[in-house]
Structures are given as C-alpha cells and as structure tokens.
C-alpha cells in the first residue's frame, strides 16, 4: 500500500512534459513513485536517469523495516529499469555531494515529513535542481502526528510558482525559476502555471 497510487497518472505524466535528463527521488521506500517515473521514461523514449536516494532503513513515520523491502525495490530495478536505475542506500546529506548544480531536472521530496526535515531537503538540494527544474513535494495536507510539509509548503507558496493537488495527502509541484521555459508548450505544464482557476480546478477534478 502507498498514498502515492493516488498521484500515479500525474507522476507519470509530468515526466513525460519536462523530458528530464536526471530524476532524483529523495525517501523511496517501496518504489511506488520511483518506478512511476522510471515507467514513463522508457515508454516515453527520455534518455535520462534516475536515482533514488533512502536508506531503506525506516525514520520515525515510517517506522524501522528489515533488508526485504530494499530487497525487493533492488530485484524489481535490476528485472525492469537495468541501466538507467541507481539507487543510493545513504542520507540524503550524504548523497547531495554525488550531484553537481542546476542538474536535476526533476527532484521528489518525499523523506521525514517534519518541518525542520523537509525545509533541509528543500535547502540543501535547491541549487542542485536546473532552472525551470520541477520540485514535488509529498503530503502537504497530512496534518497527523508532527507532519510539517503543509507548514512549509505554505512558506513556498508565497514564494514560488507552485501548483498544489489535495488529494491523496496532498501533492506539491514547484517550478525553480529561471530556465527558457520552452517547454511550457506543454498542455501539462501549461496549465499547472499559466491556468485560469477554473482551468486548474479541472485539472485537479482529472
């Protein structure tokens, strides 16, 4: 099970429209996302790579799991996405050093969902993201326990262009700036930043 079966269309979509040469997904788990965007990348002939970066260990939401869950992610990469998978078992700390800036053009934020942890992620790996780079963050309306991404998630709002769809716990589309902004040719792409309301509400009703 995974909240993110609920963002499966769009996962896949949104890396069909930004064509990302480099797909960094921070807090992997069970591969849920990570494969999502792996999928669209073969059936949409990108020639690009993916890393995801966890420990495979557990946090404090997640709670501790043994070695078969990365087991499992590593057999399921290796049978279906051999060459243009890697997954990093490290802090994202430890992983951030492994990428030059403005490289990734596609970075999913998915780690320990307090404040303090998702402001990290965002801060240490913002320079790593390309300008006009795509930036999800993961359950920005979960308010349980001491889940924090909806707090800064607000903060971002305010200044950023974002687009953010509520169900499923929430998902968070941020766009860094600067970039030719080419591909806003893009009906995807077009719409989530350059929709009317009424626009984008039909795009979260899709």
């Given at each position: 099970f ?5 963002h ?5 979509d949104?890396?069909e429209?930004v064509?990302p ?10 591969g ?27 946090d404090d939401?997640t709670?501790?799991y043994?070695?078969s869950v990365f087991?499992?992610?590593r057999?399921?990469a290796r049978?279906h996405?051999r060459?243009?998978?890697y997954l990093?078992r490290m ?14 053009d596609l970075?999913?934020?998915?780690g320990l ?14 320079s ?8 999800l963050?993961h ?5 349980q326990?001491?889940?924090?991404v909806?707090k ?7 200044e950023h262009?974002?687009f953010a769809?509520?169900?499923g716990?929430?998902?968070g ?7 030719e ?5 893009h ?8 929709g009317?309301?009424?626009e984008?509400?039909?795009l979260?009703?899709?």
């Amino acid at each position: 099970f995974s909240t993110w079966s609920d963002h499966v269309s769009f996962g896949y979509d949104i890396v069909e429209a930004v064509r990302p040469s480099k797909v960094v997904e921070l807090g992997a788990y069970n591969g849920m996302s990570f494969f999502v965007f792996c999928q669209s990348m073969i059936e949409n002939d990108i020639s690009g790579l993916c890393y995801a970066v966890d420990t495979w260990g557990g946090d404090d939401h997640t709670g501790e799991y043994d070695d078969s869950v990365f087991d499992d992610v590593r057999q399921h990469a290796r049978t279906h996405y051999r060459g243009n998978t890697y997954l990093m078992r490290m802090l994202f700390n430890d992983a951030v050093g492994h990428f030059e800036d403005e490289t990734i053009d596609l970075l999913h934020i998915d780690g320990l969902h307090t404040y303090d942890a998702v402001q990290e992620d965002f801060n240490n790996w913002y320079s790593k993201v390309s300008p006009g780079g795509i930036i999800l963050f993961h359950d920005i309306e979960a308010r349980q326990s001491d889940f924090g991404v909806w707090k800064f998630w607000a903060e971002l709002e305010a200044e950023h262009e974002t687009f953010a769809f509520q169900h499923g716990f929430g998902l968070g589309v941020l766009r860094k700036s600067g970039g030719e902004r080419s591909n806003d040719s893009h009906p995807l792409l077009d719409l989530l930043f350059n929709g009317s309301e009424r626009e984008q509400h039909r795009l979260r009703q899709l």
